[in-house]
């Protein structure tokens, strides 16, 4: 019965400690920071995850086959209490993404690394998805798309022959 009883103490405190978690998300692509609309519900307390469409989608637009399929996502902690990140795992082998394995505190903002394997030509859309203590959605869906065109094949050098 003790053990049932410090169970318990120990699920509430967990529970008092990740409801105050909020995330913000952001494009980054190596270069700048794009401002995007982040939107959240200021009537709903504790842990808010700001979606405001494009927030959490990322266009890659059309790439050449093998150049870097390399994107981040920038977050932030807006709640009060550090929000951790337990996964973050790609729909497929081609789609891998890193994220930070240290708490982030609150005011304090990260990025989603995730890299899209771009030696498969034509259009694709995958996703990653993060497992996080924040109470409002503990699994957030980021959404990749884009398409990878053929390199352009070389136009071949005119033979020489006898009549030119």
Known sequence: MRKLINLFAILVIFASTVAAQDIK???YNG?????????????QQ???LAQAGTVTDWNYGKIEKAST???FF????????PLVISAAKGSCGCTVPSYPKEPIMP?????????YDTKRVGAFTK??????????NTTTRLKITGTVEAEAAP???KEKNMFN
Do not use: M, Q, W
């Open 25 to 27: 998300f952001d494009l």
């Open 31 to 43: 270069e700048k920071a794009e401002a995007k609309d982040l939107k959240t519900t200021d009537e």
């Open 46 to 48: 504790g842990a808010k």
């Open 69 to 71: 399929g390399v994107r």
């Open 74 to 81: 920038k977050f932030a902690n807006t709640g009060t209490a």
């Open 107 to 115: 005011g304090e903002a990260g990025y989603i690394k995730v890299k």
């Open 127 to 136: 996703y990653v998805t993060l497992t996080t203590n924040a109470t409002s």
């Open 155 to 157: 136009t071949p050098a």
